[in-house]
């Protein structure tokens, strides 16, 4: 999969995530706990305007992530039909752990460049699944 209009150099730029998005992933995170939270970010370049929580389907959820096909297709679909809006990546949480990609996340990535998310402890981090390995990623959180 390719990120429409993916530059490699926007692993420095600050993306700006919705308030509503920032409390969906935590939200996310503190009812799956102690299990791992998953899902799609979406919006238009460089704004994250969803979370949408899927369902894990990994073997061991408690020690892992798998977005439910259903949904990454769904979501694929609607940013189809919503030029304004794409899949910029995914979000998961690490209930035991720290809110930075663990050496898990470093062997499923596919260096795409798409925005990876991590809910630990009340917090969030944003990182750019790079060819080179995860590069964090400064946001800001606003309203709408």
């Known amino acids: 999969m390719c990120l429409r209009g993916f530059a490699p150099n926007l692993a420095f730029v ?15 995170a503190a009812k799956a706990h102690p299990l791992e939270c998953c899902g799609l970010l979406v919006g238009p370049e460089g704004i994250v305007r969803n979370a949408l929580a899927a369902r894990n389907v990994a073997a061991d959820p408690a020690q892992a992530f798998e977005i439910d096909p ?15 809006a794409q899949v910029l990546g995914y979000f998961h949480s690490h209930p035991n752990g720290l809110a930075r990609p663990s050496s898990r996340d470093a062997a499923s990535a596919a260096g795409d460049g798409r925005i990876w998310a991590i809910a630990a402890a009340g917090s969030v981090t944003l990182w750019r699944d790079l060819p080179s390995g995860f590069a964090a990623l400064s946001y800001a959180v606003a309203d709408g």
């Open 70 to 84: 259903a949904a990454l297709v769904a979501a694929h679909r609607a940013a189809r039909a919503d030029r304004d």
């Open 14 to 28: 600050t993306v700006t995530l919705t308030a509503s998005a920032h409390a969906a992933i935590l939200d996310a």
